[in-house]
């Protein structure tokens, strides 16, 4: 005897739907687990690159004004040398740049606080060769960024100590006989990154040269104990 053939059963519109919305849901969960994750590496990666940035921009800062040279950089009405300029938001000095900057002798430098577009301001270093006849620095060359993003930034200059009292720290640098014996950067800069204080020492005293300012002369003696 045959068997009667029962028909098979599918799947309801309900059941369709459902899993269809389960599936949607599982999907999101996903999409929303790698573009989290996505983010968290971008953001790594920000800081990564804001932290290099200015660890690099410190370093060079550190090592061009403690090796700043008794060379100047003009002169006053009075033909007296200038060998450090300086305000809030910019400064001019004279030093060797590295040697991987393909930049040989000495360099007039200036570091300027400039507004970038964006609400904010960089940091910028333009460079001039210091011709060696003691002549007129040439042209400043183009802008560098050392630092962008900044909420607000400044200079300051420390004088000398006297045997009185400690050197007073001033927003203007104007004295053409000397140099600052420290110089303070102070920068806030935005998307929460850190700028520890800068202090650098000025190794370097015009007054203490004899003659006509040179690259080796003007170094400050230090103290043995």
Do not use: C
């Amino acid at each position: 005897m045959s068997r009667a053939r029962r028909p098979a059963r599918g799947f309801t519109l309900l059941e369709v739907l459902g899993a269809l919305a389960l599936l949607s849901l599982l999907l999101l969960g996903v999409y929303s687990g790698v573009r989290t994750a996505t983010h968290a590496v971008r953001s790594g990666e920000a800081a990564i690159s804001r932290l290099d940035e200015t660890r690099s921009a410190q370093q060079f800062l550190r090592r061009e004004l403690a090796q700043a040279r008794a060379v100047p950089i003009a002169h006053t009405d009075n033909s007296e040398p200038i060998y450090f300029t300086g305000d809030a938001h910019e400064l001019r000095f004279v030093a060797a740049l590295p040697g991987y900057m393909g930049r040989l002798g000495p360099q007039l430098q200036q570091l300027q606080l400039v507004p970038n577009g964006k609400g904010g301001s960089r940091l910028e270093a333009r460079f001039a060769q210091m011709p060696p006849d003691g002549s007129a620095p040439r042209p400043l060359g183009e802008p560098e960024v050392l630092v962008d993003d900044i909420r607000d930034g400044s200079f300051s200059y420390r004088t000398a100590d006297t045997p009185q009292a400690a050197g007073d720290w001033r927003a203007q640098w104007n004295d053409s006989r000397t140099m600052p014996r420290i110089v303070r950067i102070v920068l806030t800069l935005d998307g929460g990154g850190s700028w520890p204080q800068l202090d650098v020492p000025v190794r370097v005293d015009p007054s203490a040269t004899q003659g006509p300012a040179d690259l080796l002369q003007g170094l400050q003696r230090r103290s043995t104990r």
